[in-house]
């Protein structure tokens, strides 16, 4: 009996990968076995009737199960996006959808005009008491920050209720690992990213050369910041969920954070809870170290190259 639920778990699991790869490309059209079989193509015998019945849409290269059901949450969220509601909670959920997924709204909030006034004071900043406060002296700097991550979701120990998570920052290379270890592919994305870095520095009016040695303390600085983290050893580790789960007292995190204006950043944001579950402590506590007078220029850098981005 062991066996036999083992293995239909074991097929429910492939059956999810399957819908999940599924994809219709011009190769499938028409090519469809008429009485396909398990051993042959899983894919294709688990997810046989959306395949059969499923055309590629107009101007798509490809077309997955997964990608028809996003397209049809989008619809969905579009329409609701659009209906009159008196919850003045559910206006501002969707002022603020509006805000990510429509140009105009975003235009016609001057979101990008407070961008530019937030990078100037960044960059006018001479201390770094007074980088802190600009930093985290309004919402809209502590969400375009890219020195931490706040979000909320289920308790991995107790799904019955929510907590605040609190994760690594934010680089420009897709793994920290690429700082200490460099590769031909990261340093490709360090080339690229350079690139599109300056040409933003330079539309925000800073010269080429002055974009450049931007650039190169955003990448110094993101060095020294990526030091405290976790390596892919570690994160590949299959109880990787357990490393990352660190309840940690908000009073300890208020002894052990005194560069860093972390306090402040929950007090703007309205925080009230006890405990926060940090992912990388190390890392945390390696950003308060870094959080120096001495590392100003850089974290200016850090800051507003990833805003303007």
């Known amino acids: 009996m062991k066996k036999l639920l083992s293995l239909v778990l074991a097929m429910v699991m492939l059956a999810g990968t399957a819908l999940a790869e599924t994809r219709v490309d011009p190769g499938i059209a028409g090519n469809l076995p008429e009485d396909p079989q398990i051993g042959d193509s899983f894919i294709t015998w688990a997810c046989y009737d959306w395949l059969s019945e499923t055309t590629l849409p107009e101007g798509k290269a490809r077309w997955t199960a997964f990608g028809e059901v996003e397209q049809k949450v989008q619809e969905q969220m579009y329409e609701m996006l659009d209906q009159e509601q008196e919850d003045p909670a559910f206006k501002l959920g969707t002022d603020f959808y ?45 969400l375009f920050s890219p020195f931490l991550t706040f979000y909320v979701e289920a308790d991995l120990k107790n799904s019955t209720m929510n907590a605040l998570y609190l994760s690594r920052p934010s680089f420009f290379l897709p793994d920290p690992d690429c700082y200490a270890n460099p590769t031909e592919l990261g340093n490709r994305y360090l080339d690229a990213e350079r690139t599109c870095g300056e040409k933003l520095l330079v539309l925000y009016g800073m010269s080429q050369e002055d974009a450049a040695a931007t650039m190169d303390r955003c990448f110094e600085m993101e060095a020294l910041i990526a030091a405290g983290c976790y390596p892919l050893s570690v994160r590949y580790q299959a109880n990787y969920h357990e490393v990352i789960y660190n309840p940690t007292p908000v009073s300890q995190l208020e002894q052990e954070m005194t560069a860093f204006p972390l306090m402040k950043i929950l007090q703007q944001l309205g925080v009230e809870t006890d405990t926060i579950i940090v992912y990388e402590p190390e890392a945390l506590k390696n950003l308060n170290t870094v959080f120096t007078q001495e590392n100003l220029e850089g974290l200016k850098a850090y800051y507003v190259a990833h805003l303007l981005k």
Request: hydrophobic share 40%.
């Open 98 to 142: 509006h805000m990510l997924l429509d140009n105009d709204t975003r235009t016609a909030s001057g979101l990008g005009r407070r961008t530019i006034a937030l990078a100037d004071a960044v960059l006018a900043c001479t201390t770094i008491e007074e980088f802190a406060e600009v930093t985290s002296g309004s919402p809209e700097a502590i």
